[in-house]
């Protein structure tokens, strides 16, 4: 069974940084799109950045100039650098990835969230 294992999260003033990290691990024949999303209290899920197998990387608007996606598809993991964080940035955030693996269909899969608070 695939399983995505984040790290890195934890408590950051304003202006600071956090780097988080994912790694799948299982069955995978090939990751396609890894990405990162997020859930605030009272918010539904959301993007905040993704990136294919090519190198295309897709922002939220509100976090682009500021985070900054990167994966080793050798190692099947996806990393966020987030920087000048802000506290509107505080939530739980989420590895996604889309994953075909030697037995199953493709599909998505998600980690179990690891989170991020922005806070002085």
């Not at 000048?84 to 994953?99: F, G, H, M, R, W």
Request: hydrophobic letters at 35%; a positive charge; charged letters at 20%.
């Amino acid at each position: 069974q695939v399983q995505l294992v984040e790290s890195g999260g934890g408590l950051v003033q304003p202006g600071g940084s956090l780097r988080l990290s994912c790694a799948a691990a299982g069955p995978i024949f090939l990751a396609y799109a890894m990405g990162w999303y997020r859930q605030a209290p009272g918010y539904q899920r959301e993007l905040v950045a993704t990136m294919t197998r090519d190198g295309w990387t897709n922002y939220a608007d509100s976090v682009k100039g500021r985070f900054t996606i990167s994966r080793d598809n050798a190692k099947n993991t996806v990393n966020l650098q987030m920087n000048s964080l802000k506290p509107e940035d505080t939530a739980v955030y989420y590895c996604n990835a889309n994953i075909q693996t030697w037995r199953e269909p493709r599909g998505d899969y998600w980690g179990r969230g690891t989170q991020v608070t922005v806070s002085s």
